[in-house]
């Protein structure tokens, strides 16, 4: 595992290089909710990466080639702009504000749009960083120059002869939780509409996702008429850091932990949010955009998974995982999305998004104690959003394989 403040990248074990290119690459983008650190999912993403270094994709008798090959996932997540955080100091200066790589351009606090335009700014810069990576290892584990009598000398290492891994697109399954699920969305749209080149989003998890009528949800209703307050997240923001400088951190974070009753990580990372140069100014200036922002469906049938015609790429797949009684989303508004889009063999839309609701008593909060039990299932989704984007790519007459969740998972449709 890579860690950087702000930032946890999980690697796949190294395995042993040969002339052919027998593994299928996939990068696991990992989107936070609000508030955005990172620091809250560490256990789910090492869990998740645990669990996917030791899996080979399952394969049955029936599944051929499409799943004989060795998959290999990095994980990557980072705490959305406006959220980064700092060793909280023993004896703070109020007045003293950091400046992280995201505020060098812009200050924070962000709007939800910015936020979704330095989130893909991300990916981006992420798929590049991954290329160019995997070009460097390409280059340097090929056969160096070599000369003949009758040839000039040959550079085995040209672009031309680069291993096909090396030049093809990088493919990344997007997870989001709550709001991540939104920016997820978005994102896609943005994806969709622009094309760029070197990456494909072959999928999409959306985790008690909150993409739709957010302020008519339990909490919405509670707190969306004080979110509309011109300056409340600046007095709120105000108050905390008073409240940070004048009370020592150790007996702070007691405080936190015995309001919260929150594990000791989760508690840690809270007392680190509550001291971040703009944090809960951000997270509460982010909350009032998606009262207001996070409305009705806004996506076009592209987005949700139909085949569009002359695209060059197929749709991403998509997985929404929605909570029981999830107070951040209405249970009206969760059904009517479901009935709306949800994929649905009777229609013929199966490649419309597998929507399922939880039924293992799972809160919204998942990263606080029930990551383990997240990583399983998002690990089951990665697996069968791979099955079957490497069956979309099998030649016609493997093409009657059917990917397991339009089998063995009919539960995938509601």
Known sequence: MSTIT????????????????????????????????????????????????????????????????????????????????FPCQSQP????????????????????????????????????EQKSTSISAA????????????????????????????????????????????ILLEILRRHKAAQPAGIDIVGGILLFPTVTHIAKSPSGVKIGSVLQ???????????????SWLIPHSIL??????????????????LEFLCSPAGVREALHMSRDEMNEITEDRWDADVWGASVPGAERDPARLVFYFGQNDHWVADHTRDDLIAARAANSARGDRQWPKMMIDEDGIPHSFPIRHSSLVAEKVKAFIEAIIRDEQKAALPPDEENIEAPWMVSRSWLYL
């Open 6 to 85: 702000n930032e946890l990248f999980y690697q796949p074990p190294p395995i042993a290089t040969s002339g052919k290119d027998d593994n299928h690459t996939y990068h696991i983008f990992f989107i936070t909710g609000n508030p955005g650190l990172i620091k809250y999912y560490h256990g789910f993403l090492a869990e998740l990466s645990k669990l996917l270094s030791g899996s080979t994709d399952p394969s049955s008798p029936s599944s051929k080639a499409h799943i004989s090959k060795k998959n290999r996932h990095h994980v990557f997540g980072a705490s959305l702009p406006g959220f980064e955080t």
């Open 139 to 182: 280059s340097s584990s090929a056969p160096e120059s070599v000369t003949t009598s009758s040839s000039k000398p040959s550079t085995q290492s040209s672009p031309s002869n680069l291993p096909e891994a090396s030049k093809s697109p990088l493919k990344v399954i997007l997870v989001g939780h709550s709001v991540g699920s939104y």
């Open 229 to 243: 307050l011109q300056y409340f997240a600046l007095f709120a923001d105000l108050f905390v850091r008073l409240l």
């Open 93 to 128: 200066n109020p007045g003293r504000r950091e400046t992280s790589d995201s505020q060098k351009h812009d200050k924070p606090p962000y709007s939800l749009k910015r936020v979704i335009e330095l989130v893909e700014s991300r990916l981006m810069a992420y798929a590049q």
């Open 253 to 270: 974070y007691i405080f936190v932990k015995l309001a919260t009753g929150f594990p000791k990580d989760a508690a840690r990372t809270t």
